[in-house]
């Protein structure tokens, strides 16, 4: 009877095999090496530069969802007079992009500990959540480390990067929480998570 299973030798088998796996682990790898995960340190805001910081004319914001509607005021006022738009950490008081070259980030109180923000392409108008912003809201979780009692979480980003930092504690009101400092990379209108890190 003709035995239709073929087993190759094993030096063949063996060679194949490892063609195969040289051919196809760089781009398994890839993706993950250009977005940082492949490194042990935390991504750094030079490496993901922007080409250019947009100088032309601001788009007013596109109030769409009944969240925006809530806060319009707000999100209007920081992209026509800059209020609550961050440049190196202070408000500066003038209106422009502050994040990736085109976005401009609005933050405001909403009590205390409470943080909202939005983030408004300047040349589109098109609005945004930041990540975690909890149940599709403009707030973010606060953040508690260690006995603390805990506070508005840290959100750090430069106007000539793609890079943000968020240092917060997503499940601050579970028994066992923790809080980690986040690196989120914006890119072609989405957050992708590059790095994350325990804070306690």
């Not at 939005?118 to 006995?147: C, F, H, K, Q």
Request: proline share 8%; with cysteine; charged share 20%.
């Amino acid at each position: 009877m003709l035995n239709t299973y073929f087993r190759p030798h094993c030096p063949v088998y063996a060679v194949v095999v490892k063609a195969l796996l040289g051919a196809l682990l760089p781009c398994v790898l890839a993706p993950w090496v250009a977005a940082g995960m492949a490194d042990s340190r935390p991504p750094r805001f030079e490496d993901y530069p922007v080409k250019a910081i947009y100088q032309g004319p601001l788009s007013p914001p596109k109030i769409i969802t009944a969240i925006q509607r809530r806060y319009r005021t707000a999100i209007r006022e920081g992209v026509q007079k800059g209020w609550g738009v961050l440049r190196d950490g202070k408000e500066q008081g003038h209106p422009g992009p502050n994040f990736a070259g085109n976005i401009i980030v609005v933050r405001w109180g909403c009590g205390s500990p409470c943080l909202m923000m939005a983030m408004v392409d300047a040349r589109t108008g098109e609005i945004y959540s930041l990540p975690l912003a909890m149940n599709d809201s403009l707030t973010l979780p606060w953040l508690r480390v260690g006995n603390s009692v805990g506070g508005n979480p840290e959100v750090i980003f430069r106007r000539d990067s793609r890079l943000m930092v968020i240092r917060a504690t997503p499940d601050y009101f579970q028994e066992n929480r923790h809080s980690y400092s986040h690196y989120y990379l914006w890119q072609d209108g989405r957050w992708h998570l590059l790095y994350r890190e325990r804070m306690d």
